[in-house]
């Protein structure tokens, strides 16, 4: 089953159990997978590498805004967020441990036989196709660089 069914399905589950912020988040996600189906040159597809990324994306921005209304002392509006962003996490793959993190870069930065900061740009091309939707792109840029530094 891919990811739009498996949120389609829980649309249905989270309006048989009442639960409106589950039923409203998902019913976001699925309104915008459907915008990228719909959209020019998608032949009305989505694979799930691409609702993989639209998931990522509407995450952070669930996180973004939490941070945002918790600066201006809102925090009934950042846990709204945070509730939301909870039910699309469920829907990603289990993201990497700062360890884990570490060690699939440093295998990847001898793969690439990068020595200097100046090596990133091939350390990230690598990263971010092998770590896509296991680790934030601002977490694996910032732990090459500390690694390629040392």
């Known amino acids: 089953m891919d990811l739009f069914e498996q949120v389609s399905k829980g649309i249905v589950e989270a309006m048989k159990a009442k639960d409106t912020v589950r039923r ?5 996600v699925k309104k915008v997978f459907l ?4 959209a020019p ?3 009305d597809e989505l694979k799930d590498a691409d609702a993989l990324k639209i998931l990522q994306k509407l995450a952070k921005q669930g996180r973004e805004s939490a941070e945002i209304y918790q600066q201006q002392g809102r925090p009934d509006l950042a846990e ?9 996490e469920e829907y990603l793959p289990k993201q990497l ?3 884990e993190l570490e060690q699939k870069l ?3 930065i001898a793969q690439v036989g990068a020595s200097s900061p100046k090596d990133m740009g091939k ?3 690598v990263a971010t196709k092998q770590l ?3 680790a934030d792109g601002k977490a694996i840029s910032a732990k090459v660089k500390q690694l390629l530094a040392e």
């Not at 409203?24 to 976001?28: A, I, K, V, Y």
């Not at 709204?80 to 699309?88: C, F, G, P, T």
Request: charged share 35%; aromatic share 0%; glycine share 10%.
């Open 24 to 28: 409203d988040t998902l019913r976001n």
């Open 35 to 38: 915008e990228a189906k719909t």
């Open 41 to 43: 040159g998608a032949n």
């Open 80 to 88: 709204e967020e945070m509730a939301q962003v909870r039910v699309i």
């Open 97 to 99: 441990s700062d360890e």
């Open 106 to 108: 440093k295998d990847i």
């Open 123 to 125: 350390v990230m091309g």
């Open 132 to 134: 896509a939707g296991l």
